[in-house]
């Protein structure tokens, strides 16, 4: 059971932006760790997209974008491209499970 | 470049017991934490176990706390997953993650990734 909730979907044509938000509790983001964005295609294994709120890895374009405020964090993707189709994850550390946490996951759909 | 490949998979039978194996590669494994990661078909992604770069820090998640052992070999650069009274709640593709290392801070992210290995609980 995910503790991180997102939304189930989010769609945009390509070239627009859209953003996938990712809620927490007192006990992981409201603890002020931080959070982490996972991009996986079908099929695939999850790539780091962002880390500690607002990092992107070396290679992972500057259309993706973080931001952490309180018990939510969110994740931009502007320019939207077909490549971009995927599912993406948030992740942070909850101190009352004492074990890193995942959210429930938000599919991408380029229309 | 960084590699981890798992491996052991397969179809298990209820009750039963596997051992899973990721075989580091492109980096110096003895200096960094690694976790499991599994994800059932269809759903989303799940934190499994952690283990410190020596061996000697190590956190389950309560879903299978009791019922699975990680452990890992340095000389070998191997991660091990060993699970027993396998479920089939415990269908699931499996991950080796690295976690990742900075030596200004305490990192809780995962760099990479195997590509997972699938277990099948099922009789």
């Known amino acids: 059971q995910s503790v991180l909730t997102q939304p189930p979907s989010v769609s945009g044509a390509p070239g627009q932006r859209v953003t996938i938000s990712c809620t927490g509790s007192?006990?992981?983001?409201?603890?002020?760790?931080?959070v982490h964005w996972y991009q996986q295609r079908p099929g695939t294994a999850p790539k780091l997209l962002i880390y500690d709120n607002t990092n992107r890895p070396s290679g992972v374009p500057d259309r993706f974008s973080g931001a952490n405020s309180g018990t939510s964090a969110s994740l931009a993707i502007t320019g939207l491209q077909a490549a971009d189709e995927a599912d993406y994850y948030c992740?942070?550390?909850?101190?009352?499970?004492?074990?890193?946490?995942f959210g429930t996951g938000t599919k991408v759909t380029v229309l | 470049q960084v590699q981890l490949v798992e491996s052991g998979g397969g179809v298990v039978q209820p009750g039963r017991s596997l051992r899973l194996s990721c075989v580091a590669s492109?980096?110096?494994?003895?200096?960094?934490?690694m976790n499991w990661v599994r994800q059932a078909p269809g759903k989303g992604l799940e934190w499994v176990t952690s283990?410190?770069?020596?061996?000697?820090?190590?956190y389950y998640a309560d879903s299978v706390k009791g019922r699975v052992t990680v452990s890992r070999d340095n000389s070998k650069d191997t991660l091990y997953l060993q699970m027993s009274s396998l479920r089939g709640e415990d269908t699931a593709a499996y991950y080796c993650?690295?976690?990742?290392?900075?030596?200004?801070?305490?990192?809780?992210?995962?760099?990479?990734w195997g590509q997972g290995t699938l277990v099948t609980v099922s009789s």
């Open positions: 492109g980096f110096t494994f003895s200096n960094y934490a």
């Open positions: 007192s006990s992981n983001l409201g603890a002020g760790y931080d």
């Open positions: 992740q942070s550390y909850d101190s009352s499970l004492s074990g890193y946490v």
């Open positions: 283990i410190s770069y020596d061996g000697n820090s190590i």
């Open positions: 993650a690295r976690k990742a290392y900075n030596r200004n801070y305490h990192a809780r992210h995962f760099d990479y």
